[in-house]
């Protein structure tokens, strides 16, 4: 038997030189993580692949940062299904919404999934600057 999911996760990521969104439930700033931009061979690319999510997410403190994150989200997530919550929004905010935000979007909506949630990913700002 399939499990319906019960709650809608949506998790994007964005650039704060673009401004912050609203109507979000949750807002990370992941400027603190190593940054691709400022390694040549990487500022074209995006977070999409997997050279630049390595850059950052397998860094000391993007493996740090991740292993700590993963169980707070996953408590919000459990704790929302059970007060009932219908939809999440995670918005992820790196400078210009290209590498940083984008590889973490990517990792936690593989990471996050379980069958009472359904993950929407997107990246607002991923085509500027590009």
């Not at 997997?50 to 707070?72: D, I, M, N, T, W």
């Not at 999440?88 to 940083?100: K, M, P």
Request: with cysteine; glycine share 8%.
């Amino acid at each position: 038997m399939q499990t319906t999911p019960r709650l809608r996760l949506v998790l994007f990521s964005f650039g704060f030189k673009y401004g912050a969104p609203v109507d979000i439930n949750l807002l990370l700033d992941v400027r603190f993580l190593p940054n691709p931009y400022w390694v040549e061979e990487l500022r074209p690319k995006t977070g999409l692949l997997p050279e630049v999510g390595a850059y950052v997410l397998e860094s000391e403190a993007g493996a740090r940062f991740l292993e700590l994150l993963l169980p707070a989200l996953r408590c919000a997530l459990e704790e929302s299904l059970a007060a009932g919550k219908r939809n999440v929004r995670l918005a992820i905010g790196c400078t210009g919404g290209r590498h940083r935000s984008v590889a973490l979007v990517e990792r936690l909506a593989r990471l996050l999934a379980m069958p009472a949630v359904e993950i929407t990913a997107f990246h607002r700002d991923i085509e500027r600057d590009g």
